[in-house]
């Protein structure tokens, strides 16, 4: 059994950590001043006549004109962009305090139960959960950002070959003291916050959160598989499967998700280095396309494989199937859920159906290890 005391300083620790990603976010304020470079006005009216002066001067003028209106469109696209940095501060804000939220309900919900070991592991399960939300919410918001941050320099560079020279200089001090409300997720770092405090939690606590935490779960025994670097055309399913296990080892891949891709690499091609769609398009182990180098070698197919699996999730991956699915089908989505949204869906079935072929296999190559 675990104490109550226990439990207690366990939901106080996480609710500390997810505090700590909600500050992350601003709180919100007077929001992004306009920027408003192009509405100084016109030069003066020009001298009459016609001396090289009017002439000059009435040139000068309409380069001015094109330079302000120029200028003002980027003033408005800035001002946009700012604004959507703003939003984009208050919704991850938002979205970061529902996690919290939903945690602390939770674990008012679960707690009664904590006098059980199967209740304090669905609490565990539950509070892993919330944490990984969490650490979505802010690897989202930063990617949103980097995506702003990028069209700010873009205008910046606008501004510049807008001319006349005193538009950018305007500009420059317009943003200097602007884009408060944008926030710099430069605390963001690799993650919440003091996630490696929960290392000091009580050790039945800490164990179930080891075993739960993500889909890492049971991990893979030292020695068994013999990773990629020995594979040929010829070798057997069961050489390229050793591979595989090998290789998911010495990536940090649990057994559950190692099984899960030897499942993949079974379906797609019954863990055969020639094999070759019927359009010959796709080739190799994981039937890879032309994006793929070396194709021909099993070796160099694998380990590109696992390079981009872990990409798209890799040995932190809540649900490495879906991780799968969205490296196979649709890679280039933001998201494994968006890729099975929009991907073929009767592919994640597809690649589940060898799983039990995959346990045994997996039991067989580890057993001799």
């Known amino acids: ?25 601003p709180r919100g304020g007077p929001g992004v001043a306009a920027l408003n470079v192009g509405a100084g006005g016109l030069p003066g009216i020009p001298p009459p006549g016609a001396s090289g002066l009017s002439v000059g001067s009435s040139g000068a003028a309409q380069d001015y004109r094109g330079a302000v209106a120029r200028v003002t469109a980027l003033d408005d696209e800035v001002n946009g962009t700012a604004g959507a940095g703003d939003a984009t501060g208050r919704n991850g804000r938002t979205g970061a305090l529902g996690v919290r939220q939903t945690a602390q309900s939770a674990a008012a919900a679960i707690a009664p139960a904590t006098n059980s070991p199967a209740g304090v592991k669905l609490l565990v399960s539950s509070m892993d959960e919330r944490l990984a939300d969490m650490q979505r919410q802010i690897d989202t918001t930063k990617a949103q950002n980097a995506l ?42 690799g993650g919440i ?16 959160r080891r075993s ?36 998911a080892r010495r990536r940090g891949y649990s057994k559950r998700q190692a099984i899960a891709i030897l499942s993949t690499a079974m379906q797609e091609s019954g863990l055969r280095p020639r094999a070759v769609s019927p359009n010959g398009l796709w080739k190799s182990i994981f039937q890879q396309d ?49 890729a099975y949204a929009n991907g073929r869906r009767a592919y994640l079935s597809e690649i589940q159906s060898q799983q039990a072929h995959a346990e045994r296999l997996y039991e067989e190559i580890v057993s001799t290890a």
């Open 290 to 338: 032309s994006g793929y180098r070396n194709r021909d070698n099993p070796n160099a197919v694998i380990a590109q494989f696992f390079d981009r699996l872990e990409r798209h999730g890799g040995p932190g991956s809540r649900d490495i199937w879906k991780s799968i699915f969205w490296l196979q089908q649709r890679p280039g989505e933001a998201s494994a859920e968006a």
């Open 212 to 247: 739960e935490t993500s889909t890492v779960g049971e991990g893979i025994p030292g020695g068994a598989g013999t990773g990629v670097g020995g594979l040929t055309l010829n070798s057997s399913p069961k050489q390229v499967a050793a591979a595989i296990i090998g290789e």
């Open 148 to 189: 702003l941050a990028g069209r700010l320099r873009q205008m910046v560079m606008a501004y510049r070959s807008a001319g006349p020279g005193g538009a950018l200089g305007a500009a420059r001090g317009a943003m200097g003291g602007g884009m408060g409300g944008m926030p710099s997720m430069g605390g963001f770092g």
């Open 1 to 25: 059994m675990v104490g109550g005391s226990g439990v207690s300083a366990y939901i106080a620790q996480v609710d500390r950590l997810l505090g700590a990603g909600e500050g992350l976010f």
């Open 193 to 208: 916050p003091g996630m490696s405090a929960l290392s000091g939690l009580p050790a039945s606590l800490a164990s179930l």
